[in-house]
């Protein structure tokens, strides 16, 4: 069956530096989602890319969806403390079947 | 606008016991499923339907059991809980299944 990856796990970074996290499927996708988690809260929708070699920016976030349309990442600019959570992707096949990545924990120390 | 609402929010149960977890969502979406999130992870698709009187099976459906009676309702039910049902349930809803999908708060059930 598909299978998304999502690296890192975790990420730590100091307030101000950049945050990237990276989803790679099995199979080729007819759309990907982005989502975000603040802990101890639920999935909040940020995106959905759907053309090969989408880019999509939201002010300090970038979403890529890659030419293969098999792999996508998130880019956040210069994070801020606002930015802690856990960002998943959702990779969704041809057959209309989602499978969510493990997510990218992100913590940002002021 | 309430969006979708999940009760309870917490839950514990004997092993054994059985239950149901209510969602339901005032956006007349057709699509509608439910996921588990354990720690350290992503979120396992349990069910899904693609409107009223129609369910289908996700990727971890064993021990669970779902019908759609109504656009608005997707109750989710145990049918003897086990220690490894302990987990966060996301109940989630959308116009349809390629547009963005919105989640309820989640039910944290634990089985001892």
């Known amino acids: 069956g598909q299978q998304v990856m999502q690296i890192p796990q975790y990420q730590h970074v100091q307030e101000g530096e950049d945050f990237t996290t990276y989803c790679n499927s099995s199979?080729?996708?007819?759309?990907i989602q982005w989502y975000k988690q603040r802990p101890g809260g639920h999935p909040v929708f940020l995106i959905q890319?759907?053309?090969?070699?989408e880019v999509k920016k939201q002010k300090r976030l970038t979403f890529q969806f890659g030419e293969a349309k098999k792999n996508s990442s998130l880019h956040i600019t210069a994070t801020q403390t606002t930015d802690v959570g856990t960002y998943f992707c959702?990779?969704?096949?041809?057959?209309?079947?989602?499978?969510f990545g493990d997510g990218t924990t992100l913590t940002v120390k002021p | 606008n309430a969006g979708v609402t999940q009760t309870p929010k917490f839950q514990v149960l004997k092993t054994g016991q059985s239950m149901t977890l209510q969602c339901a969502q005032d956006?007349?979406?057709?699509?509608m499923s439910w996921y588990r999130q354990d720690p350290g992870m992503g979120l396992r698709l349990i069910h899904y339907?693609?409107?009223?009187?129609?369910?289908d099976q996700g990727e971890v459906p064993n021990g669970y059991n779902v019908s759609r009676s109504t656009t608005e309702d997707f109750p989710l039910r145990l049918l003897s809980a086990a220690p490894s049902q302990t987990s966060v349930y996301f109940c989630?809803?959308?116009?349809?299944?390629?547009?963005?999908?919105?989640f309820g708060q989640g039910t944290r059930l634990t089985v001892v």
């Open positions: 989630a809803s959308s116009y349809s299944y390629s547009t963005e999908a919105f």
């Open positions: 199979t080729t996708l007819s759309n």
């Open positions: 890319l759907v053309k090969s070699g």
């Open positions: 959702a990779g969704r096949d041809n057959a209309g079947k989602s499978t």
């Open positions: 956006m007349n979406h057709e699509y």
């Open positions: 339907s693609v409107g009223a009187g129609i369910t």
